[in-house]
Antibody, heavy 118, light 113 residues
């Protein structure tokens, strides 16, 4: 069974750094993209970017370029989304999903809730 | 960026009745390779989104055949032939023609009367 298991909920203060993870199993992790999607409280879906773990090719939505870093460690079939300095506006649910080269996503993780509050 | 506009914002449907959601894009989603990169997702309450339809009209694995997608260019439609209680949630269209400028529609909430 194809699965993406995301790390647990996080509560952080503004200015802190954070790295959340997404571990794939049940398929060839290096042969598919992994995408990240943000959902702010009570809002819709926002596509953030994708990474191809096979060669670490990474594409960011212009809205998120420079705001987050997407990375992957293919040796442990895990993708990451990280922030160097969190803001309150980063409070959201973040989903990872197996993705394809036109941004579509077929298998989704359960999401990681990130709360940033002083 | 391509703007995806969904209508209506919400829909209340009697079980067994049809439902239709419109999605309009600000630019054509027809790629030079002949494919149209328009997708539909459903996010059920408290769950992650799930892929329903890819490339306008192809149902993803396991999606019931009461769901169908149609359209071309800039105008697209998702239809549910007979709504069931399990179909409640928020439906999103998404375009992927200009990676990484991928955008979602604002969502259409479907509830049961």
């Amino acid at each position: 069974e194809v699965q993406l298991v995301q790390s647990g909920a996080e509560v952080k203060k503004p200015g802190e750094s954070l790295k959340i993870s997404c571990k794939g199993s049940g398929y060839s992790f290096t042969s598919y993209w992994i995408g990240w999607v943000r959902q702010m409280p009570g809002k819709g879906l926002e596509w953030m970017g994708i990474i191809y773990p096979g060669d670490s090719d990474t594409r960011y939505s212009p809205s998120f370029q420079g705001q987050v870093t997407i990375s992957a460690d293919k040796s442990i079939s895990t993708a990451y989304l990280q922030w160097s300095s969190l803001k309150a506006s980063d409070t959201a649910m973040y989903y990872c999903a197996r993705a394809y080269s036109y941004g579509d996503m077929d298998v989704w993780g359960k999401g990681t809730t990130v709360t940033v509050s002083s | 960026d391509i703007v995806m506009t969904q209508t209506p914002l919400s829909l209340s449907v009697t079980p067994g009745q049809p439902a239709s959601i419109s999605c309009k894009s600000s630019q054509s989603l027809l790629h030079s390779d002949g494919k149209t990169y328009l997708y539909w997702y459903l996010q059920k309450p408290g769950q992650s989104p799930q892929l329903l339809i890819y490339e306008v009209s192809s149902r993803f694995s396991g999606v019931p055949d009461r769901f169908s997608g149609s359209g071309s260019g800039t105008d697209f439609t998702l239809k549910i032939s007979r709504v069931e209680a399990e179909d409640v949630g928020v439906y999103y269209c998404m375009q992927g023609i200009h990676l990484p400028r991928v955008t979602f529609g604002g969502g259409t909430k479907v509830e049961i009367k």
